[in-house]
Nanobody
Framework: QVQLVESGGGLVQPGGSLRLSCVAS????????MGWYRQAPGKERELVAV???????NYEDSVKGRFTASRDNAKNTLFLQMNSLKPEDTAVYYC???????????????WGQGTLVTVSS
């Protein structure tokens, strides 16, 4: 069984920065795309950034130039550096990964439990 565990959320003032981490753990797996999603209160979950195994990244328009996603493939870890945070960035941030399970011999979509980011003065 493959699990994703996020960390790094918290309370930050507008204009501040946070760095989220997501670590994938388990056995006999490989990761294709990894991404960050967020869900604000009363809103649907939305894509923030998705990174391919080759390192290319696509961002949601509202975070371009402020957020940077990166991967450490050797450590099965995905990061999200968030700068110039705004109150509208307040949400639960979820890690997502497209994973091939060698044990099950099929692809799986795996989600983390989420980490809360609150941007407020």
């Amino acid at each position: 069984q493959v699990q994703l565990v996020e960390s790094g959320g918290g309370l930050v003032q507008p204009g501040g920065s946070l760095r989220l981490s997501c670590v994938a753990s388990g056995s006999s797996f490989s990761i294709n795309n990894m991404g960050w999603y967020r869900q604000a209160p009363g809103k649907e979950r939305e894509l923030v950034a998705v990174t391919s195994s080759g390192g290319s990244t696509n961002y949601e328009d509202s975070v371009k130039g402020r957020f940077t996603a990166s991967r450490d493939n050797a450590k099965n870890t995905l990061f999200l550096q968030m700068n110039s945070l705004k109150p509208e960035d307040t949400a639960v941030y979820y890690c997502n990964a497209d994973i091939y399970s060698g044990r099950l011999m099929r692809y799986l979509e795996v989600w983390g439990q989420g980490t809360l980011v609150t941007v407020s003065s």
